[in-house]
């Protein structure tokens, strides 16, 4: 079920475990059910509100779609009403594309350069618990301070980033105002929040490398572009695709940043998600058609459509990580 | 792609290398030696210049900042900007609701997480694989799936508004129960919780007196990870608070910058006020808690 960790497993001491677990098993063919009432107590707690608050949800959410429902008054059942206006509706799919092209442009940059910034981190031979800790820090920043942050050095021709390329000679750029600027701003939000999740993720898959295997690979006459695509690589894999499924799930979901830099003009304009709608992600749709509009069963339809989405890049992902090898 | 991460050496292995005759000018050498410093003083400063900038800002005119040149250099108009902040929002006001919400949020998730974990790693019972794997397969849903009905019911039950209303749905959380298992079935000998049996211990006390005790550092990790979040959420509060006067930080800091969006130094005022607090904490109080974080992509 998740696969970065599965591919990670590994067999624990098994002496002492296993003995216990074997007697454990055959006390359990013994038992009546009912004698384990404390166990299950004591899993109840979160069962319950996961049942409440998580399962029953997501289901009534499937079954939302197939209405037309204001969330106050009666619902009424459409079908796949919902479905069919979603496939024509081009509002839902710029917004499928803006997520979509946000993704990439902050995926593949972030993952390279948390890559880099392991590899440099692995080299040190002296403790790395500051750059540990520095890296961190932007993951536990608020995306709404962050995205503000991001706004205002981007802003208008005096934003910090004007400002420097004024001083550099280079032509000031509308960052906030052009499609692709605006989605590449959002970009660079994200890449900045999670770089260093990733690079630290990585330094812990790194330095699980045994390093008898550098050793070998040397005395064999292996030049270190050899050692990094024929054994580093290779042995990363299970944590590379750790990252991108990661990457993927939140990185599709991507709302905070868009709502606080665009959000504030639903009001005047029920679809915006700022100039050309580029910065309207599949969620931000989400929020405006559910929340603003109170269209319930249409919200539905477009956050289950969002979980497909996310489910068809989590399974190319896999394939494409996985390669050849099928283990 | 290939200069950098052909670095990429064991730390441990740092002797061999004398040994291993290898073919380098000297110039190579230095610069192999110099690149790592490079690359991660740039991962630094891209990490930390956010929150120096937004300090600047913070203490400056916006008039002074948005000129050119621009002022790069502290200020002395912190106190103007955040007392305007405070004319604006109730800013304590929301800061003591945030902390409210994540306090409570981290306490009752660490003590289900923990009680569930420990049932789960521990204790073999009728259903115990198939329970966790339907919990394994909700881990991978969006959350945000479970929003709109989870708002409705809220509605109903009459806590949409209210700070109640935030602190349920992070229980439902099984991430949390899922890094806690992994973790008890590492750091809690079973011969412990045997002795322990053996010494007549029932079921809550093997918890509370075996359990606890011994898997604090996993409860600490786990706390912050809870907390953070708490205080960084932003769609389910920014949905679910319908009332105007009782905001979390994160909603209250989005308002002001709507309503002041080009003023912006008093928003930035108001936007470090909300994350020094937490990034200081952080860097003082989580030595663990990165290695913690990271740890559980690797094993598990």
Redesign the interface.
């Known amino acids: ?2 696969p ?3 591919g ?3 067999a ?1 001491a098994p002496g ?2 296993t003995r ?2 074997l007697r ?2 055959k006390e ?1 063919r013994r038992r009546p ?1 009912r004698s ?1 009432w ?3 107590l ?2 109840s ?3 319950l ?2 049942v ?7 289901i ?2 499937l079954y ?1 779609a197939f209405q037309r429902w204001d ?1 106050l008054g009666e619902m009424q059942f459409v079908g796949l009403d919902q479905f069919r206006f979603l496939v024509k509706d081009p509002t839902f799919w710029l917004s499928v594309w803006n997520t979509v092209v946000i993704w990439v442009l902050a995926t593949f940059p972030m993952l ?1 350069l948390a ?11 002296r403790s790395v ?1 500051f ?8 993951n ?7 995205a ?2 991001f ?3 981007f ?2 021709q ?3 980033v004007n ?1 420097t390329f ?2 550099l000679g280079l032509p000031e750029v509308g960052w906030m105002t052009n499609p692709w600027t605006i989605r590449l701003v959002i970009a660079m939000l994200m890449t ?1 929040q999670w ?3 990733n ?3 990585y ?9 008898e295997l ?2 070998a690979a ?2 064999d006459g292996a030049n ?2 050899q ?2 695509f024929r054994i ?1 690589l290779p042995l990363l894999r299970p ?1 590379i695709l ?2 991108v499924i990661v990457s993927t ?1 939140t990185g599709l ?1 991507s ?2 940043e868009p ?2 830099l665009f ?2 003009n639903a009001a005047t304009n029920p679809n915006s998600g700022g100039p050309g709608q580029a910065g309207l992600t599949m ?1 931000l749709y ?2 405006q058609q ?2 603003t509009n109170n269209d ?1 069963g249409y ?2 339809a477009i ?2 459509a ?2 497909l989405l ?1 489910l068809a890049f ?1 399974v190319i992902n896999w394939r494409i990580v996985r390669g050849g090898d099928d283990d | 792609m290939t200069s950098t991460p052909v670095r990429a050496r064991p730390a441990g292995g740092a002797p061999d290398r004398d040994r291993v005759p290898v073919e380098r000018s000297t110039l190579g050498r230095r610069l192999r030696g110099v690149l790592p410093h490079v690359l991660l003083g740039t991962g630094v400063v891209v990490s930390l210049f956010p929150f120096y900038w937004m300090i600047v800002m913070a203490t400056n005119t916006t008039e002074a900042i948005y000129r050119f040149p621009p002022k790069l250099t502290l200020g002395s108009q912190l106190g103007t900007n955040v007392r305007r902040v405070l004319d604006s929002i109730d800013f304590f006001g929301s800061m003591l609701n945030t902390l409210i919400v994540a306090c409570s949020a981290t306490f009752l998730v660490l003590l289900v997480d923990s009680l569930a974990a420990f049932t789960f790693a521990k204790y073999r019972f009728p259903g115990r694989n198939v329970l966790f794997t339907v919990l394994l397969g909700m881990y991978l849903l969006p959350t945000q799936l479970a929003i709109l009905p989870q708002f409705v019911l809220m509605s109903h039950i009459g806590w949409a508004g209210s700070l109640k209303a935030l602190l349920l749905p992070p229980l439902a959380n099984a991430f949390g129960i899922f890094w806690m298992r992994q973790y008890i079935m590492r750091a809690v000998p079973d011969e412990l919780i045997d002795a322990a049996r053996i010494d007549g211990c029932g079921f809550l006390r093997q918890y509370w007196h075996v359990g606890l005790p011994t898997i604090r550092p996993g409860l600490a990790f786990l706390g912050i990870y809870v907390f953070v979040n708490a205080w960084n959420d932003y769609f389910w509060p920014l949905v679910v608070l319908v009332n105007p006067d009782h905001l979390t930080l994160q909603v209250a800091l989005a308002q002001l910058n709507t309503a002041h969006s080009t003023d912006f130094s008093m928003v930035m005022a108001g936007a470090v006020m909300a994350v020094v607090p937490l990034a200081l904490a952080f860097v003082l109080l989580a030595r663990n808690f990165v290695a913690d974080a990271t740890r559980g992509a690797v094993r598990g």
């Open positions: 079920m998740t970065g960790r599965a990670g497993g590994r624990r002492a475990a216990r677990s454990a098993s359990h059910v384990y404390r166990e299950y004591a899993i707690p979160f069962y509100v996961f409440g608050f998580s399962l029953a949800p997501v009534f959410t939302i969330g390279f890559l880099v910034l392991a590899s440099a981190m692995n080299s040190r031979r618990g750059y540990r800790i520095t890296f961190f820090v932007p536990v920043t608020s995306i709404v301070a962050a503000i942050f706004f205002a050095i802003s208008s005096y934003g910090i400002a004024h001083a900045w770089t260093g999740y690079a630290l993720i330094l812990a898959g790194l330095q699980a490398i045994p390093t550098y050793e040397r005395i270190a572009v050692i990094f580093t944590i750790f990252t799930v979901q709302f905070t709502q606080v959000g504030s969620m989400f929020y559910a929340f319930y919200g539905a956050v289950w969002l979980c996310i989590v």
